[in-house]
């Protein structure tokens, strides 16, 4: 999905919370560990993670009040629940509050593996889906580069050039002259094709919440944060990012 995903694990006994670090660390994927959980919740209250894997039976807040809670504030979150203590009841009740799975203990790292790249698998369509939502929302022109003019071929031509690579890409112009057009080309001609193409207008951008826009928040992390918001950076990951209309004072100024 991300080539390294951020998963958090939430449980009170140590061997479980190194054993599923050690695992999953393996595959290149970031994992924070948490006791119980007051301590998960706090540590969810300041970043979002891709997948949380969390035990049922803890100290404190009950890992089903903590599902729960979790899924209050961000309704998008993919929950595993793992337990000692698995019941018909119990998985049915986690399913209902909004877990992805449901895992009975022991579980071998194999089982961990595949369980967190179904979940993984599930993440990214959910965000693909939400992009889809968010570009239905806007209307685009037609996304072909047409001209047949000398000036409009040299375009062409450093379209299929920049295309295949990883470089940063300037496309400099007055404004409406279709300098998205031409990113969306190249796009088209980029290994990134099949990714998402993610557009930022930053004439529209307030300055107060431009961190907020590129790099996602979670509910409640200030004034105004009622839900989660995915940042850009993360809605276009393995894609492009379009920043459009970026005020020339801001690529003028000092380096």
């Not at 993670?49 to 899924?71: A, H, N, T, W, Y």
């Not at 806007?138 to 375009?155: A, I, L, W």
Request: aromatic content about 6%.
């Amino acid at each position: 999905m991300y080539g390294k995903a951020n998963i958090l694990v939430i449980d009170d006994e140590e061997s479980m919370r190194d054993s599923c670090r050690q695992t999953l660390s393996r595959d290149g994927n970031s994992v924070e560990v948490a006791e119980n959980g007051t301590k998960a919740l706090a540590v969810l209250a300041d970043r979002a993670f891709d997948v949380v894997i969390l035990d049922m039976k803890m100290p404190g807040p009950s890992g089903m009040e903590v599902l729960k809670r979790i899924k209050r504030s961000d309704p998008a979150a993919v929950v595993i629940v793992i337990t000692g203590y698995a019941t018909v009841d119990s998985a049915v009740e986690a399913m209902k509050n909004g877990a992805y799975d449901f895992v009975p203990k022991p579980f071998t790292p194999d089982t961990l593996r595949v369980i967190v790249k179904r979940a993984l698998e599930k993440r990214q369509l959910d965000l693909e889906n939400f992009l889809l939502r968010d570009q239905l929302k806007t209307s685009f022109g037609p996304d072909v580069v047409v001209g047949r003019s000398e000036s409009m071929k040299k375009v062409e031509d450093l379209i299929r050039k920049v295309g295949p690579t990883d470089s940063t890409v300037l496309i400099s112009g007055e404004s409406g002259t279709d300098k998205e057009l031409v990113a969306r080309a190249i796009h088209r001609a980029s290994k990134r094709r099949e990714k998402p193409f993610v557009v930022v207008d930053c004439g529209s951008l307030v300055e107060n919440l431009f961190e907020s826009e590129l790099f996602g928040h979670v509910k409640g992390s200030f004034i105004g944060a009622t839900a989660t918001k995915y940042g850009r950076f993360e809605l276009a990951n393995g894609g492009t990012l379009f920043f459009d209309e970026i005020p020339q004072r801001n690529c003028l100024g000092r380096r």
